[in-house]
């Protein structure tokens, strides 16, 4: 149920019984020469419009340029929308739907750098919205997953086995590499990023990904948003 698809009727007979809305937030953003730009849209996409549709719950329209300002917005296609600016994007999508009655909103976000402007953003509103509900879902941090995900690092296993699951025909095989470094305790100015982060744009690991494992982190992602929206239910 996507609610870009829906007409205004669609959405009032949905809300005569349901008030919650699954909202997908991904990127564009660099993954190395291998990825998609769209790499963390896509993903948070599919795995919202898979979870919407096995528990008929709405799907609100993807936001898919997020915070990007450290690491990756150095590399060409990075497109970044400022934290602050983000934070107030989310805000005023918020308040729209609640506006209209949606009461319970769960983020399926893509992107680590989206985490805190929409902590900020539901922070935002907690004062004023009434008897609402909030959940943030970054599918790679989920303990269910630990394991599989094994500390993947950008565009690494984890992704490569997710896009070679989800979209096989947006990736380049055959510039797979690696970079392993010892990462800083510390974050870098941009000046810094190749020095001591990455000059491939792969943060920490290989890229020995495959479909297969893509297929599992996918599925079991689903499984814990699920189980999110019950709870919040």
Known sequence: MELLKMTTKEVREYLKNKHTVIIPVGATEEHS?????????????????????????????????????????????????????????????????????????LFVNGHGGNIAPIRCAIDSVVPIFKKSRFAVGSWWLFQEL????????????????????????????????????????????????????????IINDTQNGNAKLGKILFEKSIKVYINILKKME
């Open 33 to 105: 020469d291998a990825l998609p730009l769209g790499t963390d849209t896509f993903t948070a996409e599919k795995i919202a419009i898979e979870t919407g549709g096995k528990t008929k719950t709405i799907v609100a329209p993807t936001i898919s340029v997020g915070n990007c300002h450290s690491v990756t917005y150095m590399f060409p296609g990075t497109i970044s929308i400022s934290p602050v600016t983000l934070t107030m994007v989310i805000k005023d999508y918020l308040e729209s739907l609640y506006k209209h009655g949606f009461r319970n909103f």
């Open 146 to 201: 630990e394991e599989l995900y094994d500390h993947a690092g950008h565009a690494g296993r984890g992704e490569v086995s997710m896009i070679l699951y989800l979209h096989p025909d947006l990736v380049h095989k055959n510039l797979f590499t690696e970079e392993i470094r010892i990462l800083p305790p510390y974050y870098v100015s941009e000046d810094l990023v190749k020095d001591r982060i990455t000059k491939t744009g």
